[in-house]
């Protein structure tokens, strides 16, 4: 009996909210967002490529900015700014002797500040608090069509390019040495990086889109070793938190994206935590049995 | 295109590769490995050998030097699937949510569509591989459960998924036991009748005099190479190694090996 009566409050605090028409789309964009990210972020976190997500994610401001001031869609603007920042470190970093942190680190936020000037310079009614911190209570449809054009190219693209990215993740020299185009397949990995960021644009704003691309993934690479359930881990929190965090937003008036993450990091938090053999718990408890293995390692003399 | 029982060769023309940090690691490296033979390219640490199979696969451009296998070029060669190549334990990421099975398919993508959907073929293939190498049983398990010597055998398992002519193996006798070693051997001695050429990367002298037809002494340079009997005399080992006694060779080879 005193289930229903708990029940019933958390049915209400679900339900009420879906009779306004912008929540209930917001929570069905914030929820597609939260699956593109979730995906790529898979790729990402087992390439290595958080820090070129975070690069992308700022160097896209400039993009946002002239896409406005020549009233083109700002996925456009956004996707070329980033792609070309990705360029650009990739360019530097062959040219010079710098390791690749510093050049990302150079990169993005010359791009970042470049963006800043051009905001407060060029006029337009462009919210840069909406750039930096997302408003996907308040997006426009125009923007919603945008978001899901970016979002369905790099489903599809990674639908289709699955395997291949997988083993370029894993396994570079030898996609080469079977004769794969690993050019093409980082330049594809690449694409869809700036596509996500692009989607996740309107929901996160550029500061938190790096949570989206990285949690998900490195909560399901604590809990699981195989790739399909990884995947599968990783688009239920993400998509998880992104509807809860939007509903929280809506009834503590609180903003979306810190909701959002703030949900996937305690997750992340959790899992870290409970995960069955990768947890800090677990980890702990098999100390103990740890030194019988890795014998085969020991030198032959 | 080359048949089951044509062979191939590997030659190696005035090889330089300088790394971006300005350090030259091989130089006017020339070589032939000889078709349908087992080879051994045996140098100390940091004497070139992953740098020189990483050049002959084609993963890093070499600052000069030019590189055929089967007269074809390195680029022609992997699209005809005939290079395999069996990465140094270093150089993968053991935590990658994959399992042996899955690791062993990759072998087949070169021969597969697009969307890299095995057929029937490509799935014989990958079973009877794990067969050869005992790892059927291990086929679901994630690569980082394996022992040493099961890591090994994982990745040569690709390899001969591949059906490359071609077979390079960096290292793969370090951090493997005794009885893992003979399998090995056996299985590349096999390889080498059914017309494959290949070239393996070691510090176990021992060994080599046992199984490897030829053999090719590495130290930034080519210092010696032919028949194993030809090159492994003292004063070319000693050339090699810089001096060191070779009695105690393998020892001290394992101690700096295992301090890393
Ligand atoms: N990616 C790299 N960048 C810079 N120097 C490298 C790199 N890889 C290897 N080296 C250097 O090149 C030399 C040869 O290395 P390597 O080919 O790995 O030798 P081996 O496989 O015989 O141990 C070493 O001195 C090593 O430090
Ligand atoms: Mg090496």
């Known amino acids: 009996m005193s289930d229903t009566i708990a029940v019933f409050p958390l049915w209400n605090w679900l339900v009420e909210p879906l009779q306004y028409g912008f929540l209930v789309q917001a929570i069905w964009v914030s929820a597609f967002v939260g699956l593109v990210c979730a995906v790529l972020s898979c790729y990402i976190t087992l390439k290595g490529w958080s820090l070129m997500g975070d690069a992308v994610s700022h160097a896209v401001v400039p993009g946002v900015v002239v896409a406005y001031a020549l009233n083109i869609p700002f996925a456009i603007g956004a996707f070329l700014f980033g792609f070309g920042a990705t360029v650009a470190i990739g360019y530097i970093k062959s040219k010079t002797r710098l390791k690749e942190d510093a050049v990302i680190g150079v990169v993005f936020t010359g791009f970042f500040a470049f963006g800043l000037v051009l905001v407060t310079k060029i006029p337009s009614n462009i919210d840069l608090f909406h750039i930096l911190f997302g408003n996907v209570l308040g997006i426009s449809q125009q923007d919603i069509i945008q978001t899901v054009i970016a979002g369905m190219i790099t489903l599809v693209v990674i639908l289709i390019r699955r395997k291949d990215l997988l083993l370029f993740c894993f396994d570079p020299n030898h996609a080469q040495a079977i004769g794969l185009n690993t050019q093409l397949m980082f330049y594809t990995l690449l694409s869809v990086l700036a596509l996500t960021i692009v989607t996740a644009l309107q929901t996160a704003g550029i500061i938190l889109v790096i949570a989206m691309l990285v949690t998900p993934g490195s909560t399901a690479y604590l809990l699981t070793d195989r790739f399909d359930r990884m995947l599968g881990i990783s688009i239920a929190t993400s998509v998880f938190s992104c509807v809860m965090g939007t509903y929280l937003s809506y009834h503590f008036d609180v903003s979306t994206g810190g909701s959002i993450v703030v949900l996937l990091t305690v997750l992340f938090l959790v899992a870290m935590v409970f995960a069955p053999k990768y947890g800090i718990l677990a980890q702990n408890s098999h100390q103990y049995l740890k030194p019988v293995e890795n014998q085969a390692q020991y030198p032959k003399i | ?260």
Request: overall charge neutral; aromatic content about 6%; proline content about 4%.
């Open chain 2, 1 to 260: 295109m080359p048949t089951a029982t044509q062979t191939l060769n590997i030659s190696v023309n005035n090889l330089s590769v300088t790394y971006s940090n300005a350090k030259l690691a091989l130089y006017n490296a020339s070589c032939t490995v000889e078709p349908g033979t087992i080879t051994a390219l045996v140098g100390p640490n940091g004497s070139g050998k992953s740098t020189l199979f990483k050049s002959i696969m084609g993963f890093l451009k070499p600052t000069q030097g030019q590189i055929h296998v089967g007269g074809l070029t390195v680029q022609k060669a992997q699209k005809k699937q005939l290079m395999a190549y069996v990465p140094q334990s270093d150089e993968v990421d053991w935590n990658f949510p994959v399992s042996v099975y899955d690791v062993v398919m990759m072998g087949r993508y070169g021969y597969m569509n697009l969307l890299r959907i095995p057929g029937s073929k490509d799935r014989r293939l990958v079973m009877e591989s794990l067969e050869r190498v005992g790892m059927i049983d291990f086929r679901h398990h994630q690569i980082g459960e394996l022992s040493g010597g099961q890591k090994k055998r994982a990745f040569l398992a690709r390899a001969l998924a591949q059906e490359g002519k071609v077979i390079l193996l960096d290292e793969p006798f370090t951090g493997v036991d005794v009885k893992t070693e003979k399998r090995i051997i056996d299985l590349l001695i096999q390889l080498r009748e059914e017309g494959h050429t290949i070239l393996v990367s070691t510090h176990d002298l021992a060994s080599v005099l046992t199984f490897c037809d030829r053999t090719i002494l590495l130290n930034q340079t080519i210092l010696a190479s032919g028949t194993t009997e030809e090159t492994f005399t003292e004063e070319n080992l000693s050339m090699t190694f810089d001096g060191l006694p070779i009695s105690s060779l393998p020892q001290m080879y394992h101690t700096s090996e295992v301090d890393r």
